[in-house]
Structures are given as structure tokens and as C-alpha cells.
């Protein structure tokens, strides 16, 4: 699959925004002593917003005829796109009623626990959405497997939690609870990440015997009929040698996982703590974005058995 | 209804005359046009409903080399319906023809990921996706005769190898056809029912491949014979 730049940058910034909203509601509701106070919550789901903003403007520069964006919320009965695009609108006003609860300090402690909970849900439930966008689809078996939503949401929530960390940290200097957690979702993400290339790497799914009605003989490709590309070419043909896609994996895993893990164990009390969170974050940005390339890189579509492949 | 295609990987010879007449008739009909970009430069490309593959089955000298038209097989469970967010890609109701409604769709390609037959394509300068409608804007006409009421690439095609008609009739041409003649869908696995059918290549009479012997009194007599010619 072609990787398409602005929805690269989509899935990344609003999974972590999301991420780090449902991170900040659970804490606000869980913890004793929340050094955040209610200036500190509000400017974390304040930079949460921002992100899932960013990220859904983004993800309109990849339609072709953005004019009729607006109609894309009527099939959520069948379509996952429907359905994330509906579900991304209407956590505005439920996070408005969660932030109006910090901010005004109303309803009292049961109130703020259904209206986080209700947050945090409905958050995670977008990023899962988001994910079954690309694990719906049967034409591209790399997609196609119930990790692609638990990935999207493992990676969301990992991203979300090291925001949080250095946001935390801006108003208390260590909080080995939330440095904890924040490691357990690291390693937790990066296992499910491995599984995930795991299960990539057996090929399955429809041949080019199947794809062509031939399933008792060899079938080779003779000519493709076009002279130049085609959509089809451009959309779908996109290929990477095989060890520049080995190479990013092990990107991936150094700047996603490794560094942001590293820093965290060791670099709490060695350096100043903003910058060991600041760190964390800046590098798992750009391996989970790496990673999310990479998940559009690899993705190999079945229409490419038309074109010459033998199994996608 | 269920109105498809049979296509005769048998007498099919290649030829792409169904192509172009698909290309004629839609670039000028309700959804054209379909957008050429660089069509007399280097690298010609555009928008085409139906396109024409080259396979070669079997290994020599038990081969063949089969031509393979495929457009839309308007799938009795569309994926690229299903997916839709916009509610562009339809179904009818009335004879299971797959449609986009241009005006309603947005160009996020989402449909020509889902569809494994590659029968989407984008059309960037009007930003909307485009795809064989089985012309349904010919198929309908009553200002046409008759016998002209049927998809253009059926229409022109030279050996006949296309049949157009209705699948829930049993007794139609295209049921009794892929009948007989195990018409077969293709990618069955993913389960989209696709309407088309494709009919496979009659078994032949095996011809014999001519060996060529060789020993030493052959070589002699070749060396002479190709002397003596000169």
C-alpha cells in the first residue's frame, strides 16, 4: 500500500491524543493525591484535544473531494470509517462535559468517576475504531487480524502515557507509580508488536491460482496490459526491498520502545526529569511513526495478484 | 434481477476491443469522463472500467496463454458497499448493479481497498471514484433497439466471448452457459459472491511437440541440405 503521509500522521496524533485523554481522566478518578489539580488535568486534556484535532484535519488531506467530508458520518451501520468519523465528533461534547466537571468541580466524586470513565471508554473505543478501519478489510491479510486494533490502542495509550509523564512531572517531580505503568504499557506494546510481525510473516490467504479460477496449474503473469501505471499501481504496488523494511523494523523498535524504556529506568535521577520525559516522548513519536509507515508499507493488497504476484 | 457478465476464457483472444468501447461509451455517458492524464505524452494513464490481463497457465509444453478481461463483478455482498462511509456506493435493489453516486462520494479510496478485483479507480481530476456501472445508463435506454441494449464491451465484442444477462433466471443465457461450462468466481474464499462469471478453456486435443532429434547423421545431412540451398 502507498503510505499516505497524512494519514500516517492521522492515526499517530490522534491515538496518542486520545491515549493520553483516557490516561488522564482514569488517574484524575483513580489517584489519592493528584498533584495535577484541576489546572494541571485541564491543560492535559487541553494538549489531548489539540492532537485528535490536528490528526482528524490531517486525515481529510487525503480525500480527493474534502467538500463532501460532511456526508461521511451517515453509514455507521455498516462502515467503520462511519463509524470513527462519528465517534471522533461526539467525543467533543463528552469531553467538554468531562473538562467543565474539573474545571467547575461539580456533581461531586461519583459524578467524576462515570463522567472519566464515560471519557476514557469512549476514547479508547475511537482509537479501536480506527483500527478496525484497516483490520475490516480482507483484501490485505497483513491488516486483516485482530492486532491491528490492539496495536492502535496499545500504541495510543503508550504514547498517551509518556505526555502525561512529562506533564505530570512539570508540577511534581517523581512519580514512581506513573513512571511504572507507563513501562509496563511500553513493554506490553512492544510484545504485541512482535507478535504482530510474527503473524505477518506467515503467508495466507488468496493466490494468484484462486484469483484467476486456475487452481490445478501453474499461473504466471504474461503481460499486464498497460504500457504505464495505473491507480491501481500507484495505490497498491508500493514495495520496499526487503531489508530496508527488516532495517525500519529494528527502528521501530529502538526509537518506540528501547529508547523511551531506557530512559525511563535509568534516566529517572540521573538527568532532570523533564528532559528524561521530554526525551521518552519525542522518540516514541518517531518510532510509532516509523511504525505506522511501516504498516502501510508492508500491507500487500490482493489486486496485486493481478499484476504478477503469486500469494500477497 | 441479478444482472452480470459471462466472460469465455475460451475464445477470448485479447484483443482489448472491449476496453476501448467501454472507455468510448462512459467517457462520454453519466459518468464520464474518464480523465486521461498524459494520453499522447511518455507514460499514458487514466481511468479505465475494464482491463485486459495476460496470463500464461501451465508449464510448456502443456501451456496456454489465457486473456483475462476483468471489470466490476457487482458482488452479490459488495464489500466496497459495506465499507462506504458516505453512502456513495450502492447497490440496486432492483438489479444488483454497483453504482457511485458522484455527488455524494468524498475520494477517500476506502471502496477501492476493499474491493480485491481492482475494479475502483480514483479519478484525480474529479476526485471521485469511478467504476464500471454495466451500463445501465444503455442497458435501460428505450430510444435504443433492442438488440443494442446491452453493455458496450458486450456489444462490440468481436468473438463473442461476452454474455450479458440475468443470473436469477435459470434459464437465461448466462445461468444456462455457466452451467454447463462450470463458469467459476473468482477469489471465492473472500467470500463477496462475485456475480460474474468466467468460463475455462475447453479441453483440446493434445498436439504433439516435435522433438528435435539429433545425432550425427542428421547433422550431416543438415550440413548438405544447407549447403546445397545456398
Known sequence: MHPALSVIFFTVTSGAGYGLFAITCIYNSVSQTNPLGAHGVLLSSAIALGLITVGLISSTFHLANPKNAWRAFSRVRTSWLAREGLLAILFYPVAALYMFTVWKDVGGYNWLVIISMLSALWAITTIFSTGMIYACLKTIRQWHNPLTPINYILLGAMLGGLMFLFIVSMYEPVITGLVVTSTYLIIIAAIAKIIYFFWIGVPAGPTINTATSFTSSMVRLFDVGHTAGTFLTEEFGYEVARARLIALRWLVFLFAFTVPGLVLWAGVGFMPISVVFAVAVISAFVGVMIERWLFFAEARHVVNLYHGKQQC | ?230
Open chain 2, 1 to 230: 434481477m441479478k444482472l452480470g457478465l459471462v466472460i469465455d476464457l475460451d475464445t477470448c483472444v485479447g484483443c482489448n476491443a472491449c476496453a476501448v468501447a467501454c472507455k468510448q461509451w462512459n467517457t462520454s455517458g453519466t459518468t464520464g469522463p474518464l480523465t486521461d492524464f498524459e494520453p499522447y505524452g511518455k507514460d499514458p494513464t487514466g481511468v479505465w472500467f475494464n482491463r485486459i490481463r495476460n496470463y500464461e497457465v501451465g508449464d510448456y509444453p502443456n501451456s496456454k496463454t489465457v486473456h483475462f478481461p476483468m471489470s466490476c463483478m457487482h458482488c452479490d455482498d459488495a464489500a466496497c458497499v459495506t465499507v462506504c462511509p458516505t453512502g456513495a456506493s450502492y447497490k440496486r435493489e432492483e438489479d444488483g448493479i454497483v453504482l457511485v453516486d458522484q455527488d455524494k462520494c468524498m475520494g477517500c479510496n476506502y471502496c477501492a481497498w476493499a474491493c480485491p478485483y481492482g475494479a475502483r479507480e480514483l479519478d484525480r481530476e474529479d476526485g471521485v471514484m469511478k467504476k464500471c456501472t454495466l451500463c445501465v445508463d444503455r442497458i435501460y435506454d428505450e430510444n435504443l433497439p433492442e438488440e443494442e441494449r446491452q453493455p458496450a464491451c458486450v456489444m462490440t465484442c468481436p468473438t463473442s466471448a461476452r454474455y450479458f444477462g440475468d443470473f436469477d433466471d435459470p434459464n437465461s443465457e448466462v445461468s444456462i452457459i455457466s452451467r454447463e461450462r462450470n463458469g467459476e468466481q473468482l477469489m471465492p474464499e473472500l467470500g463477496y459472491e462475485p456475480v460474474n462469471k468466467y468460463l475455462p478453456p475447453r479441453e483440446k486435443k493434445k498436439v504433439e511437440t516435435y522433438v528435435n532429434e539429433t545425432n550425427s547423421i542428421k547433422a550431416v545431412k543438415d550440413w548438405v541440405n544447407r549447403l546445397v540451398a545456398r
